[in-house]
């Protein structure tokens, strides 16, 4: 992190400029966030020095959050696909400042961002206030434990890297004791582990096929007496009548049936009432061992929109409208913490990674048509089907889009194939297709000659 992407006096136009730049704020550097202010630096603010693009995020790296299940099971380095906002705002024509969205005062037009700290706790940044004429929020959203007891004391979330990444090594620890003959929870000599993931959508059943390909490979690097199928218990715990329940229904079966022929359990109809250190209880009153439990069963906005004095729906995201404006037409929200229509469904635009693609894609013209005076035109969400990856070769989904006239179902390879584009997509948008070649061949170069789970 550099003083010259972080500090305030950054954003401060210099006193010789003919007319004061019109500053465009994001705040949230996810997915949709990043590849709207690469795309506004590259495209506005480097050709019209009357415009300041600013992104603020509490982070200082970005990750796509669709690989955290990835880092989770071991399978991926965290630290070859990790970007740091400063190095891309550099590149790219905006300005980065880190810090966490505390406040908003529409009257003068600024947000308020928290302070940073270094890992001893010591100030390195106080405190700031960043000046906006056009405000956009696109800040995510965050685990939602619907205050079940234990959930958020017990069970482990997989909303950042970090918790990925503690996830990890407690997994990798726990496969070591019970090789060992250790339990986690008791002294008895028994050779298993138990796993619990709570929520049966895309991030745990994903995360479930990825921990069981991640048992299979364990005894090649010294747990020689875990059997990764006997040993190595996984269970899928889900609320609703079946997994992926978003889904079309023949996409849930399949999955489900791939599941259970790679022994994972899965429990349908299952509502968790409380989470224990060392087990799941049900509402029914069964009970489910677990030595490690992920919590993956709803999202919700960050609470901090909450308190904006913005209009907000029952899971605290920003009401819109369709040109992704709030009730201030100055102030945009997109993406997850946002409840943006969808007329053609009587329903909202639902919290998915190619939402926020294509709303990240309205943004930039909503956005270059505000700066010209223009109106803005709505935005119409496209669903083009959804992808379950299930590992390494293997995955699942339905297609949908005019070329196809109807929902297509596929799966295995040629699925994995259009799961992996959507990661290259995403890169293509940061860095254009060349620079994503290159990388893509390093990062499959990397593999070939490093370990196929991280062990440390």
Not at 384 to 397: C, K
Request: hydrophobic content about 40%; overall charge neutral; proline content about 4%.
């Amino acid at each position: 992190m550099t003083t010259e992407s972080t500090s305030s006096n950054a954003l401060i136009p210099a006193g010789k400029a003919e007319r004061v730049p019109h500053r465009i704020v994001i705040v949230g550097g996810g997915a949709g966030g990043l590849e709207l202010a690469t795309r506004l630096g590259d495209r506005v603010a480097k050709r019209d020095r009357g415009v300041q693009v600013v992104l603020v995020d509490r982070g200082s790296i970005h990750i796509w959050k669709p690989l955290l299940h990835e880092v989770a099971a071991g399978s991926m380095d965290a630290g070859t696909h990790l970007l740091e906002y400063a190095a891309q705002a550099r590149w790219h024509g905006f300005i980065f400042n880190q810090g966490e969205l505390q406040a908003l005062d529409r009257q003068r037009k600024c947000i308020t961002i928290g302070p940073i700290n270094d890992e001893s706790g010591e100030e390195l940044i106080p405190q700031r206030e960043i000046a906006y004429d056009t405000l956009i929020f696109s800040i995510g959203s965050v685990t939602n434990f619907f205050n079940v007891p234990g959930a958020e004391q017990h069970a482990i979330a997989l909303d950042a890297l970090h918790q990925a990444e503690h996830f990890r090594r407690r997994m990798i620890s726990l496969c070591m004791r019970a090789d060992h003959g250790l339990r986690h929870h008791s002294k008895e000599q028994e050779h298993q582990l138990h796993i619990a993931i709570i929520g049966g959508g895309a991030t745990g059943v994903e995360l479930s096929a990825e921990l069981r390909n991640t048992a299979e490979v364990l005894s090649a690097y010294g747990l020689h007496h875990l059997d990764p199928r006997k040993d190595i218990r996984i269970t899928v715990i889900e609320a609703a009548p079946r997994i992926l329940s978003a889904l079309p229904e023949p996409v849930s079966m399949k999955t489900t049936a791939l599941l259970i022929e790679r022994e994972v359990e899965v429990l349908t109809n299952a509502k968790v009432s409380e989470v224990r250190a060392d087990s799941v209880l049900l509402a029914d009153g069964r009970s489910v061992q677990a030595d490690l439990t992920v919590w993956a069963a709803g999202i919700k906005a960050p609470p901090v929109l909450g308190t904006l004095g913005l209009p907000v729906n029952r899971l605290g995201q920003l009401d819109v409208e369709q040109t992704l404006q709030t009730v201030d037409p100055d102030i945009f929200a997109f993406g997850d913490c946002a409840s943006c229509p969808w007329p053609e469904k009587n329903s909202t635009v639902p919290p998915r990674a190619q939402a926020a693609h294509q709303q990240a894609q309205f943004m930039f013209d909503a956005i270059r048509r505000r700066l010209a005076g223009q109106s803005l035109e709505r935005y119409h969400y496209k669903d083009l089907g959804s992808l379950v990856s299930l590992g390494r070769f293997d995955a699942v989904g339905n297609l949908m889009g005019p070329l196809i006239g109807s929902t297509l179902f596929i799966e295995g390879i040629l699925a994995r194939l259009l799961y992996i584009s959507l990661y290259r997509m995403h890169l293509a948008a940061l860095h254009g297709w060349l620079r994503t070649a290159a990388d893509s061949l390093g990062q499959w170069l990397q593999r070939k000659t490093s370990p196929r789970v991280k062990l440390h």
